[in-house]
């Protein structure tokens, strides 16, 4: 099953009773990342936790020392003790909201993807990996993070 994404890595959306709740998520990066071009700073989800059949915006802010250009693609996948539950693959220059045009050239960008909960995820805490590669293949970031849902 496929999520309409989002913040490049965002997962704005209405909670239950109007209230929204925007969390600070706890993420690492998949290797050591000291190599990666695009290094997150921060990244948001809205509301949180998940609830599903509902929409969850995934925000993040990153810095890029490289362009990133047409093609490149970023890979959402969720898991639970290594197997995977559902994986989606965006074209960042179209199917993400950022703060410029492609190609990007490198500086500090905001992005965001809007993405809906898939219904049959039963309640429990998941791993949300998200990995961006420019349109070359060559990795620009990847980082995992734990994905609640109510």
């Known amino acids: 099953m496929k999520f309409t994404l989002a913040t490049v890595f965002a997962l704005v959306a209405a909670a239950n009773a109007g209230l929204v709740s925007r969390t600070a998520v706890t993420y690492s990066f998949c290797s050591t990342g000291a190599t990666d071009p695009l290094k997150i700073s921060s990244v948001d989800l809205s509301p949180y936790p998940a609830v599903p059949g509902n929409s969850i915006t995934l925000s993040a802010v990153g ?10 693609s970023a890979v959402v996948t969720v898991s639970t003790g290594g197997f995977t539950l559902w994986s989606a693959t965006y074209n960042v ?3 993400l909201t950022i703060n410029a045009t492609c190609p990007i050239a490198p ?3 905001s992005l965001s993807k809007t993405i809906t909960v898939p219904s049959i995820l039963p309640a429990g805490t998941y791993t949300m990996q998200v990995s961006a590669k420019n349109a070359d293949g060559s990795e620009l970031t990847c980082i995992t993070a734990p994905l609640n849902v109510a």
């Open 93 to 95: 220059c179209t199917d």
């Open 107 to 109: 500086g500090t960008y």
């Open 63 to 72: 810095t890029s020392t490289a362009t990133v250009n047409s093609g490149a």
